[in-house]
């Protein structure tokens, strides 16, 4: 991988997958879904952030994934979506550096494991980071929102979060809940969940 750019990225991340709750991914690195795969979206909007000279601060990016099998056993399929608002030198280093491109954790790892993947895609994106209750959506391909787990002695929300002491993957401290919906319908991209793992983070790459 190339180290000629230098980057970084403090995000909002809004993760929404297929597994159960919790996701058994974030523990020992297997899918707990339905199908043995993984599907997810995660919506980014980028808090500050760099390429090169290039301020990419106020940004916003989707990524859709699709994996028969566990994550890093690859062979996914995936799409990456660009808010319109970024400029077109804004478009291309966010491109780069989703892309695995200019090298840095954990892009340059993820980005080895699609054997189809489709983008940049200029897309208007609406998105509303929350602890427990984002939404993100592109109308008329994808949706997905974030409610908090609740007790179901006292009715009360459980106000859960995952930790990684030493690091994790992609973050170090997460609000973990459930998805509302989760939903795409794009190209060769299709699925539709609901009341499945969602976490929200602060990332900042690269890790």
Known sequence: MSNEHSWALSMHQIESCSCSHGCGCQFAGFPTSVNGGCDAILGWQVIKGHFNEL???????????MWPKAMHDGEGKGALFIDRAASEEQVTALATIFSGQAGG????????LFSEFEGPIISDIAMDPQDHTSTVSIAGILETGQAPHINP???EENK???TFPEGGFMWNDGFAGKTTT???EHGNLAFNYSDTFAAKAIVNWPT
């Open 182 to 184: 989760l939903k795409v």
């Open 153 to 155: 002695v006292t009715g």
């Open 105 to 112: 954790m954990p892009v340059e790892a993820i980005a080895t």
């Open 55 to 65: 301020d990419l601060s106020g940004l916003k990016a989707v990524f859709v994934a």
């Open 160 to 162: 859960v979060h995952i």
